[in-house]
């Protein structure tokens, strides 16, 4: 069955908890995004391991370099999962991977920039990433024309384990489910609901009716 995976693209450890509160029964993975791993630092990823210890906890690193040593640090953290960049050098992909199986944890590649995604998502998930996150950031989701819809397409066309991001909501998410999806990544659809709570237990509905 699909994973729920909340993005907290907030940028306090105090609202990222209080978020996570909120949709912890309804979610899988709770996500700290990039600008709040950058504004609070890796303190944040131990505060919400040790609130939420049953649930996956993901640091969306979006690693560049040094692969082994960022990801090593996330997870000592406490992080379950990190995230490498796809467009970078393959051996810091392979890094990151190395540093998770001694953790016993895992890495996800994020598809940002990358041009093919999904040869791409083939070529790291031979590496033995955990999925592949097919994901339009919220820059490009900003451009006129974009739709999440050609993100779904090319995740069931991969045929590798994938998550989607970048505009995953109620209207959305069967649409994802039907792909094959491992994970469905909801960002602004919980938290920028008027009650997030409802928001995500909505979308947990959505993937299990």
């Known amino acids: 069955m699909t994973k729920l995976q909340v993005a907290i693209d907030l940028l306090t450890t105090e609202a990222a908890l209080e978020l996570a509160e909120k949709v912890a029964p309804y979610v899988d993975i709770i996500e ?3 600008p709040l791993i950058k504004a609070e630092g890796l303190k ?3 505060a919400m391991k040790a609130a939420h210890p049953n649930k996956l906890v993901f640091a969306d690193l979006k ?15 406490g992080a379950d999962l990190v995230t490498v960049m796809g467009a970078v050098d393959d051996a810091t992909i392979i890094g990151a991977i190395e540093a998770a199986k001694k953790a016993g944890k895992k890495v996800v590649v994020d598809t940002i920039g990358v ?19 097919f994901h339009a950031g919220l820059d490009e989701q900003a451009l006129p024309g974009y739709n999440v ?25 069967k649409d994802v489910v039907a ?6 990544v909801a960002g602004g659809a919980i938290y920028g609901a008027e009650d997030p709570a409802a928001a995500a237990k909505a979308l947990k509905e959505a993937i299990i009716s």
């Open 32 to 34: 700290l995004g990039t």
């Open 44 to 46: 944040v990823i131990t």
């Open 63 to 77: 690693t560049a370099d040094t692969g082994a040593l960022e990801a090593e640090m996330a997870f000592n953290a």
């Open 115 to 133: 041009k093919n995604r999904v040869q791409r998502a083939k070529e790291v998930t031979a590496f033995g990433v955990e999925f592949v996150e």
């Open 149 to 173: 819809q050609k993100l779904i397409s090319e995740g069931r066309e991969a045929q590798v384990p994938f998550s989607i991001a970048g505009g995953v909501n109620i209207n959305t998410i």
């Open 179 to 184: 792909a094959g999806a491992a994970v469905a």
